[in-house]
Structures are given as structure tokens and as C-alpha cells.
């Protein structure tokens, strides 16, 4: 996801990225009643979605109007099991969980640029609310 997103806009892929990812997604998921999902196929991981509750997501709530926001922190599907219905099926079981817990907004950040995530997630529902862009490095715009 990160190197796919760098390779479009903002982030880097650094040597340690995977492994920080790693101990992050363990971590999510040793947690008490974790929003976390991850799809396995004969048991090897293929997708992982990561999100946090109202309680930790004050972070970003003010940034909306609607309250309890949720947020989706991490979402990934591997390359040879994309576009078969993973990703859809890990988002509506997120958003099953948001409304069960009475969550009014789901937020997220995409990669605008990334062909894979803008249709994504606008077929989800989605929209931009804020945009970034970024130039990597400063002077290819000079
Ligand atoms: C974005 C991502 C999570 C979507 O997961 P997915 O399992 O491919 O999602 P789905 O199969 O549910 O939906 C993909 C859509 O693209 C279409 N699609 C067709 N071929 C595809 C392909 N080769 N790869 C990806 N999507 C394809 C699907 O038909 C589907 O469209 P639909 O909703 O109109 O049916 C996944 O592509 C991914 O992990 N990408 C790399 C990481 C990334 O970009 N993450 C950004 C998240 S912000």
C-alpha cells in the first residue's frame, strides 16, 4: 500500500516500513475486541482492514460535524486477489461493525492519484472532504 501510494504521491517507503507495519497490524490485533479484519485463503493472510473506534478517533472527529466519527486507518488487499471482491467485502463488514456502534461518519485518507483507491472508495461512498497534494522532490515543479 505504501509503496503503491508513494509511487503516486505523498509517503515513502523506508527500510523498516514493512516491519513497522507488521508490529503495527500484531499489535491491532492482540487488542480487546479490535476493529481489525484480515482475510485468509488456506491459511495465509490476503487482506487486512484496520480501523479505529469513536474513542480513538477523537484525533480527526473535529474535523466533521457529524458525531461519533470512526476512522479507517489501514486497508490492503494483495496484488493477485484484487479486484475479486475482498476489499468490498472487508469495507461493508467495517461499516457493519460503525453502525452497530451508532458511528454517524466513517473517514479515511486515499492516495487521490492512486487509480486503485479513488474508484474504490467513491463506489463505497466516499468523497474527498480535504485535499493534499505534494510534490516529491519540491523542485520537480520548478
Ligand atoms: C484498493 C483495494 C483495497 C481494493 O481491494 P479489492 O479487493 O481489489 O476491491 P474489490 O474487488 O472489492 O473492488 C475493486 C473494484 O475494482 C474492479 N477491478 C477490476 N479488476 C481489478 C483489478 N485487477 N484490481 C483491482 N480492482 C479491479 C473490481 O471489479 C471492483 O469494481 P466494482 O466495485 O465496480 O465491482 C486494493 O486494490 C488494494 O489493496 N490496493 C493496493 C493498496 C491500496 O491502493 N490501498 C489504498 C487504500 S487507501
Known amino acids: 500500500m505504501i509503496r503503491g501510494d508513494s509511487s503516486v504521491g505523498a509517503g515513502s517507503e523506508r527500510q523498516d516500513t514493512r516491519a513497522a507495519l507488521r508490529r503495527e497490524a500484531a499489535g491491532l490485533l492482540a487488542g480487546p ?13 490476503v487482506a487486512l482492514l484496520a480501523a479505529q473506534r469513536p474513542d480513538a478517533a477523537r484525533w480527526i472527529a473535529p474535523l466533521v460535524r457529524q ?20 476489499g468490498g467485502a ?7 461493525a460503525s453502525e452497530a456502534a451508532g458511528v454517524a461518519v466513517t473517514l479515511l485518507h486515499y492516495e487521490q492519484l492512486n487509480p486503485l483507491s479513488v474508484p474504490f ?5 466516499y468523497r474527498p472532504l480535504w485535499t493534499t497534494w505534494q510534490a516529491t522532490p519540491a523542485s520537480a515543479f520548478r
Open 90 to 96: 472487508l469495507v461493508r463488514e467495517f461499516h457493519r
Open 67 to 86: 458525531a461519533p466519527a470512526a476512522y479507517l486507518m489501514l486497508m490492503f488487499v494483495k496484488p493477485g486477489e484484487r479486484g475479486a471482491g475482498l
Open 33 to 45: 475486541e479490535p476493529w481489525t479484519w484480515l482475510a485468509e485463503r488456506d491459511g495465509e493472510a
Open 121 to 125: 472508495w467513491s463506489r463505497h461512498g
